[in-house]
């Protein structure tokens, strides 16, 4: 039976009856098989993510080290620096390049190959245009920072550390394309292996360029290492081009129209607040353990236990893109019932996983603290730290991947507003009168944090739990259709319509 774009506009009462047999099964009695099929599938996506995201954190962490082999100068330098520019650079070209996941992931779905690669254009493109104001903001990192009471010296060290680091927000303008291209059609391997070479290398170019240029040396080895990925992958890509020329065939690269472009923005607006808002507030968090009483121990504290966080993190967005890979490659295909318990059982392993990931904070929090630190004060704040954030990891887990689901049905405003009222309206508030009025200090800033993101849980599982899946379903196939590949298919009755690439599957 084919199911065509003017049957799912003109025809709702029919849409919904096609689609009621899978519907109707919303909780199958044999939930455990199907929860172990699910998560067969996303194993292969999430292991290779995970990885990836490891080994990106292990890049941060060695870039770090040689910083610190510098001097405290350059390490501080260096570290307001980087970020200034997660702040003002990749938090907005990650959540920009996160508008690709439903629309490839949907297209992937429907075998819309032509969408995929007008998409990977656009998106690189915009990006490229979004680094001109970037670049000027960097470049004038030293009148920025020193207007809010930086001091000089540290100021001009991040300056330079940055002019050297431009070139990297070219280069990632093209990398998170490329990655959300392939990760969207399941090809998570070539990401993480790609990622492995270039941190391999990472280590004998910071070494190289370190002893050359210093500070100048290691900034440019950032974005070297970004640069080896991307050679790796647009190699991939292309190789797959030609592998398979019989299936890809039909352009689409260049042939962009102002839908098309509309139905990017639209989405890039969301994914790039929801993104952005939560990047932001870890860094507001930092900011306001610098005014505590006893800021340079409060700070070194937060840091080293957020250390920790970012290693679980690296887990939490594997799951999360995961899940909006899933849950978009299923509406593409016109199946809501399987997007449906794909989204369930995404928040069933999240939630456990989130538990297990606790578990292991809080198992190893008499040995974390010592890794970064001999202050025995320190390391006694940590260990109690990081029962806190293990309490926040557990709600983290799920509220990362509920965001994966939204992102996945193109409906990414769930995620910025849950961010917005969670993080913004109730977290940062909370925390700030816990820990300056009420003086709790930094357990109060946590504290604060947890209750805020506990909400924005709250807000986001209510906003997961009213889709409409059918309604999700039909939405999929009329942005995933072939309405711009100029195709009009006759149907039966004679009359002109346009078909969408998975009528075999219904």
Known sequence: MAVTISTIKDNPEEKIQDFAPAMAQKWPGNFMKIAVSEMKKQRGLAIPLIAMNLVWFLKLAITTAFLGRLGELQLAGGALGFTFANVTGFSVLNGLSNAMEPICGQAYGAKNFRLLRKSLVMTTFLLLITTLPVCFLWINVDKILTFFGQERDIALTARRYLVY?????????????????????????????SSAVAVALHVPINILLMKAKGLEGVAMAVWISDLIVVVLLTVYILRLEIKNGGRWEGGGWFEQGSDDWIRLLKLCGPCCLTTCLEWWCYELLVLLAGWLPNARQAVSVLAIVLNFDYLIYSVMLSLATS????????????????????????IAVSSITGCLGAAVMVASRGIWGPLFSNNKAIVSSVKKMIMLMALIEVVNFPLAVSGGIARGTARPWMGMYANLGGFYLLALPLSWALAFKFHLGLGGLLAGFFVGMVGCLIILLVFVARIDWVEEAGNAQLRASHLEDDQEPVSKDGKQSLQTPIDAVI
């Open 165 to 193: 680091l431009v070139p990297d927000l070219v280069i990632t303008s093209f990398l998170c394309p490329l990655k959300a291209y392939l990760s969207s059609q399941n090809r998570t391997v070539p990401v993480m292996l």
């Open 323 to 346: 899940a909006s890979i899933r849950v978009s490659n299923e509406l593409g295909a016109n199946q809501p019932g399987l997007a449906y318990q794909s989204a369930c059982v995404s």
